[in-house]
């Protein structure tokens, strides 16, 4: 089967999928920006000039440009699309995007996605093929998402070597306030903070303050992006934390210990493997009970899934 | 010159510090633990028995044992040492054990010193004699502060590559509050908001989630220790940095923009070579202007002081 595969958007996260597709896929690529194009084309990726064009012909469509015009980029796209085309993104907010296309009633077949293999760098020139190995890539399954659509994505990305965690898109966007958007404003206000109690203080910082700002550092648009996206999964994922240091006042031992503990067992987590046939009964639910336990797929063969579930922390 | 520097405790701290000055001071190391001393024993440092063997003689010793040993400590080496010895440590609080050494009207010349260069590892095994180059040790200086001393501690410790910081104690203490103290519970709250949560988020955990809590990791008993030492000075950043989280509730994008600009200025902060003359007027409050502004000694000369300011940011 020879399909054709496009990327549109050549940041940091679709150029190392570009990269790593290339290979051993038919795959094009489109950016709005022609400076991105020129850097694409110059590492040996097939790039057209226009998003119709990259479109045109594929059965899979990723879309991966920046949050904010993601809704409208995904529009091109299955205006531009073949019909019955599956089309996926890497948004990391998902539900908003999943309700606009519901209520559009498009004519692809559409998956949400999400890679969790960001860096505080951005562009086609930070790209790495390597990025996604290992990496968790959530694919949402929703009760309207097409089954066929998820799994051929699901060949794809587990093909690459990432971890393939299906979930709703309102269990991800919960998931990622606490371990993706709240770790964004933590180390905003540790840094803001700091910086504004004086010159002795930015003396002293060292690896602590390093490391717990080093989010910050990532252009601030994306993170706003994200966590006004999100805004109610984040507040209440920041109220938990808030509250956590604000209980803390009283004696900070317990905090620090509870949090040692789950750094830990976070760090040292063990997973273990199992199978489920792809033509067994409500494999929706089955694949969703995986995701909700932590698991992943590793692999998708013709008649069975490869999963790994951690143990429980 | 020959004269004797002792270093009591040989964990992290204590054994980077007798790797780098061993090979040319005359250096003599003691840790309560049989194992460390072995351990350091093999590495080539000159280890007693005894706490009193190492410390007679001695016209330095460095007390570089855990925070909540560090006063008792104190008091042993005083016993022991020379009239007139030159006694610091590396605690990382240090108004308590200075209100201490006060009260107790030691025989000794105490000064207060700090290096800002731990990791999550501790022991002398994770030992590295380059632990220190270009890290800050803040050394204290108050009003009963002997500057002869001070300046002689100075002279070892940028000689081993670190940037002298001076600072009052309460100073100290309230600026690593902020960029040390604070940072802890920070990855502490995150860490054990995101167990809680479940499995999905624990998998979808990545860069930002390990950065924000890597320094979870560390032995918890020491920022426990840490915090409650320097309990005031802890609240009253906690309570800035909590502040800033609620105000960012009404939009994250004030927030995030102040945090990025805050990284960034303190990641590219530039400094400025200038000279102070030892014999000079006031040069307590010269040093302690220095530090205030950020700045730090890079060299003890034979009549100048060779110090850095950053600039402003």
Known sequence: ?????????????????????????????????????DLARAAGIAVTDGLAAAVDGASIVFVAVPLSALSTVVGQVTAAATEGAVVTDVGSVKSPLYAAVRAARLGVRYVGGHPMAGTERSGFAASDPGL???AAWVLCLEPDTDLSAWLRL??????????VVPSTAADHDAAVARVSHVPHLLAAALAAAAAEAGALSLTLA?????????????????????CRANHDA???ALGDVVGRL????????????????AR???YNRQARPAEIPIGGHMLPD??????????????????TLSTMTPEPV
Chains 1, 2 share one sequence.
């Not at 054709?4 to 896929?25: D, E, F, K, Q, T």
């Not at 699901?154 to 971890?163: E, M």
């Open 132 to 134: 996604y190995d290992g």
């Open 206 to 226: 060292a690896g602590s303050f390093r490391d717990g700002t080093r989010v910050a550092a990532t252009a601030p648009e994306l993170p706003t992006a994200m």
């Open 1 to 37: 089967m020879s399909e054709r595969i496009a990327v549109v958007g050549l940041g940091l996260i679709g150029g190392s999928l570009s990269l790593r597709l290339s290979g051993s896929n038919d795959v094009v690529g489109y950016d709005a920006d022609p400076g991105t194009r």
């Open 234 to 236: 984040v507040s209440t």
């Open 286 to 303: 089955r694949l969703l009970d995986l995701g909700r336990h932590g698991g992943w797929l590793e692999q998708v063969g013709p008649e």
């Open 264 to 266: 830990l067992a976070w």
């Open 154 to 163: 699901a060949t794809i990305l587990t093909g690459i070597g990432a971890r």
């Open 246 to 261: 604000m209980t803390a006042q009283d004696d900070f031992g317990p905090l620090i210990a509870n949090g040692h503990a």
